[in-house]
């Protein structure tokens, strides 16, 4: 596995808030959860090599554990996108881990293998290799399972 759990660096510090900045909404919220989150000595799933880091927030308003909904901040590629995951077992016929852009679940992710795989990596390692079911990105990969 590429990604492993840690804190992030200065150095990695600045490559996520350069990110940040293709989000506009973003920025000012994600500086200031990252400044908390490195006082906090919180860990993030971090690939060094390809520039990915994936950071699991319930502050910043992306989780929900009454709906079982956990929402992710997923630096890939010099982007940034909100990631959420719903690990309820009665959404998209009992397929736990659907992957969507938006709360409501009608935006689909993007359809890059590349991506699917380093956010179900990274997910991986940042659950400490405890992720409840197989996360999947799209009506089709939920029929293929």
Known sequence: MAYVLESITN?????ILTDAKSDPKLDRSIQ?????????????AVDRDNHSYLFHSS???????????????FFYQNKVFRVYVNRARHL???????VSL??????????????????????YVCW?????GKTVFSAEQQDKE
Not at 11 to 15: A, G, I, Q, S
Not at 59 to 73: P, T
Not at 103 to 119: E, N, T
Request: charged share 25%; glycine share 10%.
């Open 11 to 15: 150095e990695d510090l600045l490559k």
């Open 32 to 44: 200031y959860e990252i400044s908390y989150d490195m006082t906090c000595h919180r860990k993030w």
């Open 59 to 73: 502050s910043l308003g992306l989780s929900d554990a009454k709906s079982f909904l956990d929402g992710y901040m």
């Open 92 to 98: 998209r016929n009992g397929i736990v881990g659907w």
């Open 102 to 123: 938006d709360r409501d679940f009608k935006s689909l992710p993007p359809q890059d293998l590349g991506f699917q795989h380093a956010f179900s990596e990274a997910c």
């Open 128 to 132: 400490g290799g405890r992720l409840i």
